[in-house]
C-alpha cells in the first residue's frame, strides 16, 4: 500500500484527538480489545485481563486476513476465537507492519 504511511498518521491523530495522546502499539491493542468486548468494569482489569484484551484484539485484527475466526462468547461475555493457520511472519517489523495495517481498517 503506497498510501499506509499517510493512513497510518492519519489513525494515530484520529487516537490523539480522543485520547491526547498517542498510544503505542499496546495501548492500541488495549483499546481495541475493551471496544471489542463491549463492556467496562466495575473495576481495574487485572493484568491477566489486559492480556487477554490484547489478545482479543489481535484476533480481531487478523480475522481480517483470515488468521483467524470469531467462534462466540463465553458465559462471562468475553469473545472467543479459533486459530485458522499460523502466522507466516518471519520478523517483528513485518508482523507490527501487518497489525498496523489491520488497525487502519479497524478504525476506517
Given at each position: 500500500?503506497?498510501?499506509?504511511e499517510q493512513r497510518?498518521?492519519?489513525t494515530e491523530k484520529i487516537l490523539e484527538e480522543r485520547f491526547g495522546k498517542v498510544p503505542d502499539i499496546e495501548?492500541?491493542?488495549?483499546?481495541?480489545g475493551v471496544n471489542e468486548l463491549g463492556k467496562l468494569p466495575r473495576k481495574k482489569f487485572s493484568k491477566e485481563q489486559k492480556q487477554d484484551l490484547m489478545?482479543?484484539?489481535?484476533?480481531t485484527l487478523l480475522c481480517q486476513r483470515g488468521y483467524y475466526e470469531y467462534v462466540?462468547?463465553?458465559a462471562?461475555?468475553?469473545?472467543?476465537?479459533n486459530e485458522l493457520k499460523?502466522?507466516?511472519?518471519t520478523g517483528i517489523g513485518e508482523q507490527e507492519r501487518m497489525l498496523k495495517e489491520c488497525m487502519v481498517r479497524y478504525f476506517e
Open positions: 500500500m503506497e498510501d499506509f497510518w498518521a492519519d495501548g492500541i491493542l488495549f483499546l481495541i489478545h482479543i484484539a489481535v484476533c462466540g462468547r463465553d462471562d461475555n468475553w469473545p472467543h476465537f499460523h502466522m507466516d511472519l
